[in-house]
């Protein structure tokens, strides 16, 4: 039975958080929006949800996370974690307070933790303040953020127009003497009032102790940082076995393929490094702006080259390229229409046999994904920091899935992927 239930505001952060939690032990399972009423739950120690809810209008984003959250109970979670970016990403109105707020008090918790460090990715919080890098938050290019600016750097402040509820903070000091001193500060703030704590974090050395300090909280909220500590204690209570591989997927065969609609500098840079070992098609939406004809000819060149080696087929084009594109059909007509011409060609390639496939570009993977069906992701071993090997079940056969944000992983991403599941039991 799951122990730990989380509910992610956005796909990328629900598999960083899914990551974490594999990266420290657990078996944990990622599940593409607000699972059915009768889908059963997945053999896993842990769950994520993951909602597109950052931005969503606030009753959306609190009535589905409180729909998650009667899914993850009725199959047997017993803690539950509410994840958000570690940028604190919101506005005024929510949704991170309100979508708290609605889960405490559907779990009748009355208190729960704010915590978005993530030491690792230089996301700090000292004296409820959040820090990116050494920038304060409202000075971290984040306060021009076009959907969320966040223009103020004190949590407790953000949090607090949120929601009606009074937030305290537990500041650094009381962190720094470890689980023991951060439980009596939340003790005494729940006592007095708060239903929210800011809890400052520099280290994963805090995070530890935090999450330590959590054990029986019924909610947190936060990065993935803070989930750090939750594995160890459910080992404590003798919950979760040590498993020797917690990232360990079924085994699947099947010929190996690249999509890619990331046109970032790294995503460029990989398909460059993939074209000296791989057959690598360059598909050109401003010369063909027809998404099935593109589909169409990536369907042919693939047809005998499907086999050992693995295939790139590539909108990505540098920026100028993308200008261009975008200059002669409009922005959002641009990116629909490449988006649709690959979740046309990953489709094909699935139909043709490939069952190992990596998707480069985050909208890219959204429009494959739901094209493919894919309901379920069992979260690997990471590729490079932040891209796990996954085992993708939904539509029809299962597949192995990398889903790759456009800045994400080193300069041989692509071949370095596909060798390390030669390389093991996967
Ligand atoms: P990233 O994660 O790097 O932001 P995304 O997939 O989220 O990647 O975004 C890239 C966007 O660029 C997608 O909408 C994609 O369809 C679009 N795109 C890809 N190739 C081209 C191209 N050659 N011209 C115009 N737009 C493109």
């Not at 796909?11 to 420290?24: C, E, K, Q, Y």
């Not at 939904?394 to 899935?401: A, D, F, I, Y």
């Amino acid at each position: 039975m799951p122990l730990l239930g989380c509910i992610a505001d956005d796909f990328t952060g629900a598999t960083d958080l899914a990551s974490m939690l594999v990266r420290n032990g657990m078996r944990t399972v990622q599940l593409i929006g607000v699972p059915g009423a009768d889908q059963p739950a997945p053999a896993a120690d842990a769950i994520v949800v993951a909602l597109k809810s950052r931005t969503a209008p606030v009753e959306q984003a609190v009535g589905e996370s409180l729909a998650a959250l009667e899914w993850l109970r009725k199959v047997g979670c017993r803690q539950f974690f509410f994840k958000y970016c570690s940028t604190f990403d919101s506005t005024d109105k929510g949704n991170i307070g309100p979508v708290g707020d609605a889960l405490m008090d559907a779990l009748g918790c009355g208190f729960a933790l704010a915590c978005p460090a993530f030491p690792t990715n230089a996301r700090t919080v000292y004296q409820g303040h959040l820090f990116v890098g050494g920038a304060l938050l409202n000075e971290s290019g984040m306060e021009k953020h076009p959907l969320n600016p966040m223009t103020d750097a004190s949590l407790v402040r953000v949090l607090g127009r949120q929601t009606r509820s009074p937030v305290g903070l537990v500041p650094f000091v009381t962190v720094e003497r470890g689980a023991g001193a951060i439980r009596d500060a939340m003790t005494a703030l729940k006592e007095q009032g708060r239903r929210w704590a800011v809890v400052d974090a520099v280290t994963d050395a805090h995070l530890f102790a935090i999450g330590e300090a959590a054990s029986a909280h019924a909610l947190l909220t936060g990065g993935s940082g803070v989930a750090i500590g939750l594995p160890e204690n459910f080992r404590r209570a003798g919950l979760l076995p040590a498993l020797a591989d917690p990232g360990a997927l079924p085994h699947v065969d099947g010929p190996a393929a690249v999509v890619a609609g990331s046109c970032s500098r790294a995503t460029l840079q990989q398909i460059g490094v993939a074209r000296e070992h791989v057959p690598v098609l360059q598909l050109d939406p401003l010369a063909t702006p027809d998404a099935n004809a593109l589909a169409r000819q990536a369907t042919e060149w693939v047809a005998e080259r499907l086999g050992r080696t693995p295939v790139v087929i590539a909108a990505s084009a540098p920026p100028e390229r993308v200008a261009e594109l975008q200059a002669r059909l409009g922005r959002d007509a641009a990116g629909a229409l490449v988006e649709h011409a690959l979740a046309g060609v990953a489709e094909a390639l699935v139909k043709a046999g490939v069952r190992r496939l990596i998707v480069a570009g985050g909208e890219t993977a959204g429009a494959v994904v739901t094209r493919l069906q894919v309901r379920s992701l069992r979260i690997g071993a990471e590729i490079d920091p932040g891209v796990p090997w996954t085992y993708a079940e939904g539509g029809g056969e299962p597949l192995l899935l990398a889903l790759k944000s456009g800045n994400f992983g080193a300069p041989d991403f692509f071949i370095k992927a596909f060798t390390m599941l030669e390389g093991s039991a996967t």
